[in-house]
């Protein structure tokens, strides 16, 4: 009787074992899949990034008549899109942009603990009346600029907002559109005339003309410690006066 209970309590000590076991590994599966790798969230590009494209991206439309924009997903989900209609609103189908020039970037990042390296892939999409050519050729072109595919691995926010303000130049060359007008900006008043220089003669000797008035200030105190000095060692020291004499230089009256 006692072997069979021995025996029965090992087995339920076993099964609570292994019971443990599989609530840790299963628990530990759920928190991963629930958090997620960190490292593998590609990032949007910054505010301040967004917001210094859109107004390039506005002139240009303005200028050439061809809408541009520019999307970034991660592995398809949706990351970043703005265009020269505004942060967040993409460039295709939109209204009033009939033709329209887009970089699409899909970048996917990989877990430490993956055997596969990170990687990205660009694009360049446009309108139904842009040559598949053109669309080729321009997106072959941001790589003169040092927009690979290593560039938006490293930086994915950067590299998008930046390659789209390189569209307009890029579909230029393809003679898709004029040059983009630059902005200039005229001067509310006129400039106020920048004061006289002066001599370049004084301006060279400055230093010389102050180390030579030094010079003439020392000169001109030891002339005039040395004159004193030679003014009391002339006048030599006055004989002390006897008690009871008169004045100095009084004679006596004779009788």
Known sequence: MAGKATATQNKRRQALIWTVIIGITVGACVIGAITGDSDTDVPAPAADERSGTVPILQAAADSQGICYGWQLVDTYDPVSVGSNLGDGTAVADAPGCARWIEVYANVIY?????????????????????EFSDLAAIESGLGRFGLDEDAFVDDPGWAVTRAATMLPLLATERGLADPAATPTAEPATPAAPLPDAGSDFWRDRWGWLLATAGLFLLAALFVTVGVRQRRRQLRGPVPAQRAGAGVAGRTREKA
């Not at 430490?112 to 009346?129: L, M, P």
């Open 110 to 130: 990989t877990s430490s603990s993956s055997e596969s390296n990170d990687s990205a892939s660009i694009r360049v999409k446009g309108s139904d009346d842009i």
